[in-house]
């Protein structure tokens, strides 16, 4: 069972890409430490999130959301709503947001990264601490476009500048080529 003190234990084994990312890995660090409620969305001044970049077998695809209150293209993912299972988050998110059976890639984190959330009607501007996984699907297999999305779409990793990809998502399709397939036992 996951526990603050284990999603810790594997955030301390991450290697961030350069000293950006250090920087989010420990501003992670620091905010699981400090918040007792740090995976809940009633944290208000941010909360844990876990995302999935989904990539094709090939490594030349990424399966991307246009994210309908955000109005951008970008992983799969979403709140935690209390568990400290980011792992299992991000997968249980991106298959209901997809409706892809998906196989984990690496056997830890792959990316970090902190980003602040606008504030809208219903809530304050807050920070999303986000915790991303790697996995694969096969492009073949017919995807649903869920409420939370305007659209979904496998993009060429060489054209999500041109698509308007945030650095974050640019960084994640340049960890790609690390990417090697990790098969996880399912319930």
């Given at each position: 069972?996951a ?10 084994a ?19 430490s ?18 999935a ?11 991307l ?5 955000l109005?951008?293209?970008l992983q ?9 299972d980011?792992?299992a988050?991000?997968?249980?998110e ?12 690496g ?16 809530e ?11 996995f ?17 779409a496998?993009?060429?990793?060489t ?7 945030d650095?974050?998502?640019?960084r994640?399709?340049r960890?790609?080529?690390?990417l090697?397939?990790h ?5």
């Amino acid at each position: 069972m996951a526990t603050h003190a284990s999603f810790l234990t594997e955030l301390a084994a991450y290697h961030p890409a350069d000293d950006r990312e250090a920087a989010m890995v420990e501003s992670v660090r620091a905010f699981v430490s400090a918040h007792e409620d740090a995976f809940a969305r009633t944290q208000l001044a941010g909360h844990v999130t876990g995302s999935a970049w989904v990539v094709d077998r090939e490594r030349e695809r990424a399966l991307l959301t246009h994210h309908r209150k955000l109005d951008r293209w970008l992983q799969l993912g979403g709140h935690a709503d209390g568990d400290p299972d980011i792992r299992a988050v991000a997968l249980r998110e991106a298959e209901e947001e997809s409706g892809l059976r998906l196989v984990p890639l690496g056997a830890g984190i792959y990316d970090i990264d902190v980003h602040r959330i606008p504030a809208r009607a219903d809530e304050p501007a807050h920070f999303h601490y986000d915790v991303r996984f790697a996995f694969e699907a096969d492009r073949a297999q017919p995807f649903v476009v869920s409420a939370e999305s305007h659209a979904l779409a496998w993009v060429p990793l060489t054209e999500l500048a041109a698509l308007g990809a945030d650095d974050s998502v640019l960084r994640l399709a340049r960890k790609t080529a690390t990417l090697t397939r990790h098969e996880t036992p399912r319930a």
